[in-house]
């Protein structure tokens, strides 16, 4: 969701499949806007200002959806490289004003976006959710080619079963129960109830036969948030405004705490500080950890300039500074504001139980793209791509990072993110270890 209080807050949190231990082992290109060549659907506008939403399709197929703020539209690329065929980048406008085709709208689409791939309850297939003249909508493929287009909840929107006639704004996050993408499908986005900008949290899910909602939580909670789902239990994890780090899990009930920030005891790490204003959660040997923000004085008010991380360890939540001003421990560390940029609320997680990455924003100048991972020797800090970033070929010197999301496939860890000064999507892919970037990205 676009956030108009804060100039720049963006971080991506992903598992690594592969260890990436030197910067060079990115490879970072352009990937569509002004003059970038292809043809295959490119196009010229400046496309620099929305969420981005990467996933794997299966294991050689990338699909990645964006909205083009100059035409208001939902886009889609689909990566076949992968393929044992052999294929490219491909990329189609979804939805929106002047797009043909069955079930499609003229209204404008908002500039927030979440994908999934689900197969069993929703069938398999590659589901796209976004909103429109303040509906939630459902775009569905099972071939990443051909769409069809459900409505499912705000003003005008028939079928009861909870449903709202209030606007609703976001996504702001996406998930599917289950190892095996089998399970129901959640999404959470807000529901604005009122002139002041109000607004309260609101889940929707699938529950194998039809589509269920539901407000959650107190109202001014539950933006910028991130789903996840663990041990058959579902955690969502955001923002409440004021400064803290929220928790609301699903174990059957719902339950809510505020886990960090102003006046929350506990100790482990917790900070007095504002925190909590982007949060990206995943699955790392069994625990969860969630990745998210901390405002550092002297920093203007509602400028958060240290990435933070907690994470469960099965018995009580813990807490850590990892980069940014002040943050002791050296090892690559910068004392640049980082995790400063408006980022997707979208991130791939990659199940594994070797590396912990996390891809954010730098504030060198101009700008760029950083990458923080954790094994157990601890944590290791280096650029992908902009003006630090002088071990990864095809790097530019340009405000690069914007909206990064992440997501692996054939083989390669994939990471798409805008560049403010040309107005394009970039993409980056690495193999990891300490190999060399790769030759082409696939």
């Known amino acids: 969701m676009r956030r108009p209080w804060v100039s720049r807050l963006k971080f991506v949190a992903l598992v690594g499949v592969l260890a990436l231990v030197a910067t060079g082992c990115w490879r970072p290109l352009d990937l569509d806007g002004p003059g970038v060549p292809g043809g295959n659907g490119r196009v010229g506008d400046a496309l620099d200002s929305s969420a981005i939403s990467p996933i794997a399709y299966n294991g050689s197929v990338g699909v990645v959806s964006t909205v083009n703020p100059v035409t208001h539209r939902v886009r889609v690329g689909i990566d076949t490289a992968g393929l044992p065929t052999g294929g490219t980048w491909n990329f189609q406008d979804l939805d929106g004003p002047g797009v043909a085709g069955a079930g499609r709208t003229g209204d404008n689409i908002g500039l927030d976006v979440a994908t999934v791939r689900t ?5 398999s297939g590659v589901h796209v959710f976004y909103t429109h003249n303040g509906v939630l909508r459902d775009a569905y493929s099972v071939d990443a ?3 069809t287009f459900t409505d499912l909840d705000g ?21 599917v129960e289950g190892a095996g993408l089998d399970g129901a499908v959640h999404v959470f986005y807000i529901r604005n109830v009122g002139p002041l900008n109000q607004y309260v949290l609101r889940h929707a899910w699938f529950d194998g036969s039809t589509w269920r909602f539901e407000d959650l939580d107190a109202q001014y909670i539950g933006r910028y948030g991130s789903a996840v789902w663990k041990d058959g239990v579902l955690h969502y ?3 409440h405004e004021g400064g803290w780090l929220r928790h609301a899990w699903n174990d059957g009930t719902w339950h809510f705490e505020d886990l960090d920030g102003p ?16 949060n990206h959660a995943v699955v790392w040997n069994g625990q969860l950890h969630v990745f998210t923000t901390r405002h550092a004085a002297p920093a203007p008010f509602n400028q958060v300039v240290v990435l933070r991380h907690a994470w469960f ?3 009580t939540w813990r807490f850590e500074d990892v980069d940014g001003p002040g943050v002791a421990g050296g090892g690559g560390r910068t004392s640049d504001f980082v995790a400063t940029s408006f980022g997707s609320q979208a991130a791939g997680v990659i199940p594994t139980t070797n590396e912990l990455h996390i891809l954010y924003d730098r504030q060198s100048s101009p700008p760029g793209l950083r990458d923080a991972w954790l094994d157990a020797s601890g944590w290791h800090f280096g650029d992908v791509d902009g003006v630090a970033a002088t071990s990864s070929p095809g790097n530019v010197t340009a405000d690069v990072g914007t909206s990064a999301a992440v997501a692996f496939y054939a083989g390669q860890l994939h990471a798409f993110f805008f560049d403010r000064t040309n107005h394009r999507l970039r993409w980056a892919c690495a193999t990891g270890g300490s190999a060399a970037a790769p030759g082409a990205c696939v």
């Open 313 to 315: 360890d099965g018995t």
């Open 155 to 175: 003003p005008g929107v028939a079928g009861g079963n909870g449903r709202t006639a209030s606007t609703v704004s976001g996504p702001t996050s996406a998930v």
């Open 263 to 278: 006046g929350i005891p506990g100790g482990n790490g917790r900070t007095g500080e504002f925190t909590g204003a982007i």
């Open 119 to 123: 197969q069993g309850k929703q069938q």
């Open 145 to 147: 080619i051909s769409w």
């Open 237 to 239: 994890f955001s923002w």
